[in-house]
């Protein structure tokens, strides 16, 4: 089989347009102005826990993060957005985000976290569902992924909720940097054929 051609693929990726949002939530760019509000809610030690980012988290770090994804976003190879209420763009809920994208075969991963006086209102629900769809359709994915560590119920259940499939446990399948465990990982898909679930 010929190697596929990719000269077509452009290599920055694009925000949705228009902004996604389902009138409840919307999903923004990151902005410098964010980076006091990513310090503020990655003092909750639940995060760190289940995620990559770390821990203890600085103003810099946040503002490294920030820098980094538009950095990714140009490379084509990340993008990341804020979740916020759709008609108070200041006030953080959480983030989420697609990472790695491969648009030569179709793939990507969404990652997703609430802060934790936003969590239990299905925000994070929300905004996969948003993302799921725009990256299915928008941005041409064939499948999505979210991989959620063993343990971490919460996450799975967003998954569930935003129509993803749970394929298979991924033992032993990722090095933890807080913990330095190698832990294993829930692994849940989305093709575009199935399209996200709306109830």
Not at 13 to 30: F, H, K, M, N, T
């Amino acid at each position: 089989m010929p190697p596929a051609d990719v000269s077509f693929v452009p290599r920055a990726l694009p925000y949705p347009d228009p902004p996604l949002s389902d009138g409840r939530i919307a999903l923004r760019s990151w902005c410098d102005a964010d980076a006091p509000r990513l310090v503020a809610a990655f003092r909750d030690p639940e995060i760190p826990r289940w995620t990559f980012i770390p821990a203890p988290y600085s103003e810099r770090d946040a503002r490294e993060f920030i820098a980094r994804q538009r950095r990714d976003r140009d490379g084509g190879v990340a993008l990341a957005f804020a979740i916020v209420p759709a008609h108070d763009e200041a006030t953080v809920l959480g983030g989420t985000g697609l990472e790695p994208v491969d648009r030569v075969i179709g793939r990507g991963e969404i990652g997703y976290w609430v802060a934790r006086e936003h969590r239990g209102r299905g925000i994070a629900t929300a905004a996969v569902r948003l993302l799921a769809g725009w990256a299915l359709s928008g941005l041409g994915l064939r499948r999505l992924e979210i991989l959620a560590f063993r343990g971490n119920a919460a996450s799975e259940r967003v998954a569930q909720n935003a129509g993803f499939v749970r394929e298979r446990l991924l033992p032993e399948h990722r090095l933890h940097p807080h913990s330095g465990e190698v832990r294993d990982m829930v692994l849940y898909a989305l093709e575009r054929d199935s399209g996200p679930r709306v109830t």
